[in-house]
């Protein structure tokens, strides 16, 4: 009996820890750039039961096997581009490969180079080209840009310029497998060994000024997987009391009744 109470406990806790994912996605779906969380659940393995005589031998009779409760294997974020929208800021920038959603910004944070889809840029007091939280953007030789001010052109292929010369371009990084990366605050990834990412020369790709890349939160599936992820929590919570009750009964009423 006690083996449902930890089997029941633990499909709770998956369903919880999904819902906290769902939340964190719909609280972030006006977020720039942010790709949505999905949560992978897998069953612990399977036990395979016998029969025990009364002498606590084992005997060959299989009784046959018993599934010990599910948990959240990993959380994966969905690299799928999200929709552009215009914002005729010439700070920011979006990016546009087939939405795959692997081309990613190149930042220093910290003395470390990572990564994002969040182009909503802005110049600070020093002329640098830094994110909303003032880290910098790199360009194709992992420097920071220095501009004169705001009023610059970004074209397609990342290319910064002003007063008609080409000041910088863009470091846009490109990862075969960006389900790898690990996920940071701030929309920012970055690689587990802390090696930097190819540029994207060979992809297909074009920079947008003056446009924002959406997150790709779908809410109405989120609202349904939020909904199912609660049925789920009650059910198991149905089945954990139903247990409570049986060893109460055992406890208080048939023991008495051996007293």
């Known amino acids: 009996m006690l083996r449902g109470l930890y089997t029941a406990a633990s499909g709770m806790y998956a369903s919880q820890r999904k819902t906290e994912l769902l939340s964190n996605n719909m609280g972030n779906a006006q977020t720039p750039g942010y790709k949505a969380d ?3 659940s897998r069953a612990f393995p399977e036990m395979l039961l016998d029969r025990i ?5 084992t005997r ?3 009784v046959g096997s018993l599934n010990t409760g599910v948990y959240v294997q990993e959380i994966i974020p969905r690299f799928i581009q999200g929709d552009l929208r215009q914002t005729d800021r010439t700070t920011d920038l979006a990016l546009s490969d087939r939405g795959m959603g692997n081309v ?8 470390q180079v990572k990564y994002t889809r969040n182009g909503r840029f802005t110049v600070d007091s020093s ?11 790199l360009d194709e030789n992992s420097n920071r840009i220095l501009l004169n001010s705001d009023q610059f052109q970004v074209d397609g292929e990342g290319r910064i310029i002003e007063n008609g010369a ?9 990862s075969e497998n960006p389900e790898t990366l690990l996920k940071e605050g701030d929309g920012m990834y970055r690689t587990e060994n802390g090696e ?12 947008s000024q003056g446009f924002i890349e959406g997150s790709n939160v779908d809410l109405t599936r989120s609202m ?20 409570d009750k049986s060893l109460d009964k055992a406890v208080n009423e048939i023991g008495r009744l051996n007293g």
């Open 38 to 40: 999905h949560a992978y």
């Open 53 to 57: 005589d009364s002498s606590g031998m």
């Open 60 to 62: 060959n009779q299989r």
């Open 104 to 111: 990613l910004f190149s930042i220093e944070q910290d003395g």
């Open 127 to 137: 002329g640098y080209l830094t994110t909303e939280s003032g880290y910098y953007v």
């Open 166 to 174: 080409q000041v910088a371009r863009l470091r846009l990084a490109v």
């Open 196 to 207: 930097l990412l190819p540029l994207a020369a060979n992809q297909t790709y074009e920079v």
């Open 224 to 243: 349904t997987d939020m909904l199912t992820a609660y049925r789920a929590f009650e059910a198991n919570q149905k089945v954990l009391q139903a247990y």
